[in-house]
């Protein structure tokens, strides 16, 4: 899942652009466990595998790329060095707060479904087949929005951990396309708090179904 890279200032909205694209169609396929992870007996994530992959011509995490090695990453500091490289850190509190909530579930979602590639195990790559990450790029407003919401799990009414998938999406919409779909618009989050829509609101309106509760034993700042 990707929407851009802020800390190399991107400077033509057609470079932007290219960034924004999801690379899901490379993501392997997971399948159902018999185990229900819910936040009754599934811990918060102190930690989560982070497989680097070789970078491209550019210089950027290549989705294709070669795995080199599988780092173990604090996971506040990951969502951290995701959310400003998926959501613009100049964007509207509630849509970083709503980004926040969806970077954290998708990656505790696949902290619980780890995978094996090539003889490395791991939760989630670097790349625009998870999210991207990018070590030491965490922001002020960001940071912020994420601690904020740190408390904060958007689960299913029987508490399950599921992953919360997004997408770029258009400028200036809703992207009523995503509405109950399941998957929220990066853009749209913005759209929407521009029209002040509140970070659940902006959930809600993605997300059908879902509950915004307390995460036992997790504070915020």
């Not at 960034?19 to 392997?28: N, R």
């Not at 018999?34 to 011509?57: D, K, M, W, Y």
């Not at 618009?185 to 521009?194: D, I």
């Amino acid at each position: 899942m990707s929407l851009h890279q802020n800390m190399t200032k991107i400077n033509t909205l057609s470079s932007l652009l290219a960034t924004m694209i999801v690379g899901i169609v490379i993501m392997p396929i997971h399948h159902a466990d018999a185990q229900v992870f819910n936040l009754n007996n599934t811990g918060f994530p102190s930690n989560i595998r982070v497989a680097i992959r070789e970078n491209n011509p550019w210089g950027e995490p290549d989705p294709r790329g070669a795995i080199i090695y599988v780092k173990t990453v604090n996971f506040d500091q990951y969502c951290r060095n995701v959310l400003p490289n998926e959501w613009f850190p100049t964007w509207r509190p509630a849509a970083l707060e709503a980004g926040a909530i969806a970077v954290k579930m998708f990656a505790w979602y696949h902290h619980i479904h780890p995978i094996t590639i090539g003889g490395f195990t791991f939760d989630v790559d670097n790349t625009i087949n998870f999210q991207l990450y990018r070590a030491q790029s965490e922001q002020s407003d960001t940071d912020q929005a994420y601690y904020q919401s740190r408390s904060l799990a958007f689960v299913n009414p029987n508490l399950e951990i599921t992953e919360l998938p997004y997408r770029a999406g258009y400028p200036n919409s809703p992207n009523w396309q995503y509405r109950n779909a399941q998957k929220m618009s990066q853009w749209g989050s913005e759209y929407l708090a521009e029209l002040g829509r509140t970070p659940i609101e902006i959930l809600n309106f993605y997300y059908s179904g879902k509950l915004l509760t307390t995460i036992p034993k997790v504070g915020g700042l």
